[in-house]
């Protein structure tokens, strides 16, 4: 697919001066300062916990359980308990020390704050039955579109068979949000579908029903309408988007990344449902060690390159 992405992330130009930079003396330098900042970082306060199994302990000495007790333990110790995990946040060390210089090559001016996020209301555009968000690592990238990514998740609330209610949760992924005048009259909602059959299409509950002034609408591909339902208020921006060329490519993605796209008046919205977190955090000192501008890159600069390159293409549509 790299025909369709021809942008500064997917660039080898991009890794090559983000190696370059790293073999830089005061850049190794400035690194390893940063790396043991960061392992220092660490909880060393008395572990309660430990004064609770003991007491246990003693009590079950004498009898059958002592062995079970003694397994439980261990397990503890081997799988939950580890001196390499990190307790504190890091997060203004890892953006100033790796995430900002790689950025920084990449668009020149471009601002990121861990801990910000959009509010609801913009989130709610994209999945509008959503229960709840929780979102991290905003990038605003010095673009003339002034584009954002953000880490999402979404969780939804549902009741099962019995009533109860229940939360899952129904997105964990990237959404990019481009701000732009589309010329449009309304708007155009894409989201992914679980199935379609005589009754109509089925969609996760985040993303709810078809509402109010919206008309759904279907392509030539059947493999598109098979997989994206599509509802719109303005059937004109949605005929530009749904180009032969952008169908192939949401075609593409299927079985790879879920898609979510929203457009109006204001700008272009898509969420990519990767189940993995852009520049996560490291969380213990053995992954601290490990960091590296380069390997930190590669983790993201292929998705961050179809990301990107999509939405470009299709704010070009319109």
């Not at 690194?31 to 430990?50: P, V």
């Not at 952008?246 to 079985?255: K, L, R, V």
Request: aromatic content about 14%; charged content about 30%; glycine content about 6%.
């Amino acid at each position: 697919m790299k025909e369709y992405y021809n942008n500064a992330f997917s660039s080898p130009d991009t890794l090559k001066r983000i190696e370059e930079k790293e073999k830089s003396p005061q850049i190794q330098e400035k690194l390893a300062a940063i790396k043991e900042e960061m392992k220092g970082k660490k909880t060393e306060t008395f572990d309660y916990r430990l004064l609770i199994a003991g007491f246990i302990g003693l009590l079950l000495i004498r009898t059958r359980y002592y062995s079970l007790f003694v397994i439980a333990l261990i397990c503890y110790f081997k799988f939950f308990k580890s001196p390499d995990k990190v307790d504190h946040d890091i997060s203004e060390d890892y953006v100033d020390g790796f995430v900002n210089p790689i950025l920084e090559e990449i668009f020149p001016g471009t601002k990121l704050d861990y801990n910000d996020s959009l509010g609801e209301s913009d989130f709610d555009k994209i999945f509008p039955r959503a229960y709840s968000y929780e979102s991290n690592c905003h990038i605003s990238f010095a673009d003339e579109y002034e584009t954002q990514i953000f880490n999402l998740e979404a969780v939804a609330q549902d009741r099962n068979s019995k009533g109860n209610l229940v939360y899952r949760t129904e997105f964990g992924g990237q959404v990019l949000l481009m701000n732009f005048r589309t010329k449009s009259t309304g708007h155009v909602r894409i989201v992914p579908l679980k199935y379609r059959n005589d009754y109509g299409p089925h969609m996760d509950i985040s993303y709810g029903k078809i509402r109010d002034g919206e008309r759904e609408i279907f392509t030539e591909s059947i493999e598109f309408n098979n997989a994206y339902g599509v509802f719109a208020t303005d059937e004109l921006a949605a005929k530009k988007i749904l180009d032969p060329n952008i169908i192939n490519i949401m075609n593409s993605w299927i079985g790879r990344t879920a898609l979510w796209l929203y457009m109006d008046e204001d700008g272009l919205m898509m969420g990519f449902r990767s189940w993995k977190d852009m520049f996560a955090l490291p969380s213990k000192k053995s992954e601290i060690e490990k960091l590296s501008l380069s390997g930190e890159y590669d983790k993201v600069g292929m998705n961050l390159g179809y990301y990107y390159g999509l939405m470009d293409i299709i704010r070009e549509k319109l």
